[in-house]
């Protein structure tokens, strides 16, 4: 079985400066872990994903996470926050066991301050 | 080409009623999964289809239903609404697992 922990639900930084985002998984086998985001009313949107290919992994918007086997963890960055940011993100985990279900975390909304 | 498609959008039921939602997902991808999102739980997978069989279910009580159809279009129904249904539901589909599912924008479900 497979879990998620998001550490913080709301995160407020500046425009211009980092954006970091905390995902830690468990899986009994190696994991496929995705973090997508989502702006108000509407779906998820995929920013990136790890599939074992590499373990910095790049996405759209700026963003990039890297995985670390030793630590569990599979953080969100960005170098420089933009207003268009602003919106609620999740980690989530698949196993490697042809299991496709998607396990997420909790959630983290990002604001931006001008 | 064209995302995951949902129908309705917006849907306001009242309690003991059923409701059937519909998604019609990415030309190609067989795996169609469904989840509920609500504040208190967040977002929970209700079930997973591959070519018309249920792969998987989550932990929901058997008022959650959904079949897949040929065209890999799915739907699913809930029976006998409580207020505790309310919640966005959303669709998502993908051609292999480590692909990532495409969402669909959601049908938001109001019971009162």
């Known amino acids: 079985a497979q879990s998620v922990t998001q550490l913080g639900s709301h995160v407020s930084v500046s425009e211009g400066a980092l954006v970091l985002l905390r995902c830690n998984y468990s899986s009994s086998v190696p994991p496929y872990l995705f973090w997508y985001v989502q702006y108000p009313n509407q779906g998820l949107q995929l920013l990136l994903k790890?599939?074992?290919?590499?373990?910095l992994v790049k996405g759209i918007n700026g963003f990039e996470a890297e995985f670390k086997k030793s630590e569990t963890s599979f953080h969100l960055t960005k170098p420089s926050a933009h207003m268009s940011d602003a919106a609620e993100y999740f980690c989530?985990?698949?196993?490697?066991?042809?299991?496709?279900?998607?396990?997420f975390g909790a959630g983290t909304t990002v604001t931006v301050r001008a | 080409k064209a995302g995951v498609t949902q129908t309705p959008r917006y849907l306001i039921k009242t309690r003991g009623q059923q409701v059937t939602l519909s998604c019609s997902p990415i030309s190609g991808h067989r795996s169609v999964s469904w989840y509920q999102q609500t504040p208190g739980q967040g977002l929970q997978f209700l079930f997973e289809y591959f070519s018309e069989t249920q792969r998987n279910k989550g932990n929901f009580p058997g008022r959650f239903s959904g079949r897949q159809f040929s065209n890999s279009r799915s739907e699913m129904n809930v029976s006998t609404l409580e207020l505790g249904d309310s919640a966005l539901y959303l669709c998502a589909s993908t051609p292999t697992q480590g692909d990532g599912y495409t969402f669909g924008s959601g049908t938001r479900l109001t019971v009162v």
């Open positions: 790890y599939t074992s290919a590499a373990t």
């Open positions: 989530a985990v698949s196993d490697g066991s042809n299991d496709y279900k998607l396990s």
